[in-house]
């Protein structure tokens, strides 16, 4: 079974430019989740998809994150325009159904903004 | 969402020794304890999931208080390969929310 697919694995852009992190779920995984990790603090929830639907985007730092999961199969986070503090590590997971059991991760996209 | 405090080492412990390090949450609604682990620039990783019962895997057991809201893991004969970070995680799930908090993570470096 294929895991959580995430793209690119790295990228540098410059401040004021865009970005766009995509998240391939575990096939059939209804529920989609964005985290971050920022250099020296733990790693934070952004967002939750259930199937197409945002079901709690109480993570998201600002109005410059945009995530989108059409169909709801795979996910798109942009970041625009990007800011130095957008720095870090971006991680997707994806579970099965309800319950507390069975998150998994993707590698992560590891996020420089300079 | 509420905090997950660890302390983040680092451990620093001889092979086969044994190592227990412990994280505290405040959120007392929380509902489902997991400890993970992740390498370094790698993502995380469940090790174990966490019952108030207490529950083992193999060398790894994990313990939870809820009175306290404390966690705890515990390493048996320590190998090389279990230097990592471990990450302290809790669930709550209601109201619309459904997500990880995570410790900040504990620092393990196993010595030969």
Same mark, same amino acid.
């Given at each position: 079974e294929a895991g959580v697919t995430q793209f690119? #694995?790295? #990228? !540098?852009?410059?401040?004021?430019?865009? !970005?766009?992190?995509?998240?391939?779920?575990? #096939?059939?995984?209804?529920?989609?989740?964005?985290y971050r990790r920022v250099m020296g603090k733990e790693i934070k929830f952004l967002l939750h998809f259930v199937k197409e639907s945002k079901q709690d985007e109480s993570g998201m730092p600002n109005n410059r994150f945009l995530a989108e999961r059409t169909g709801g199969t795979y996910s798109t986070l942009k970041v625009q325009p990007a800011e130095l503090e957008d720095s870090g590590v971006y991680f997707c997971a994806s579970r099965p159904g309800t319950g507390s059991y069975g998150y998994t991760f993707g590698s992560g996209t590891r996020l420089t903004v300079v | 969402r509420k905090e997950v405090e660890q302390d983040p080492g680092p451990f620093n412990v001889p092979e086969g020794a044994t190592v227990a390090f412990n994280c505290t949450y405040s959120n007392s609604a929380s509902?489902? &304890? &997991?400890?993970?682990?992740?390498?370094?620039?790698?993502?995380? *990783?469940?090790?174990?999931?966490?019952?108030?019962?207490g529950n083992e895997d193999g060398r790894f057991t994990a313990q939870l208080n809820r009175a306290s809201q404390y966690i705890?893991?515990?390493?048996?004969?320590? *190998?090389l390969s279990d230097s990592a970070t471990y990450l302290c995680v809790v669930n709550w799930i209601g109201g619309g929310a459904d997500g990880l908090t995570f410790g900040k993570g504990t620092h393990l470096i196993i010595q030969p």
């Open positions: 690119p #694995s790295h #990228s !540098v852009i410059e401040k004021g430019q865009t !970005v766009t992190l995509r998240c391939d779920p575990i #096939s059939g995984h209804d529920n989609l989740y964005w | 509902q489902s &304890f &997991f400890w993970y682990r992740q390498d370094c620039r790698k993502e995380p *990783k469940l090790l174990m999931s966490v019952y108030s019962s705890s893991l515990l390493i048996r004969d320590s *190998k």
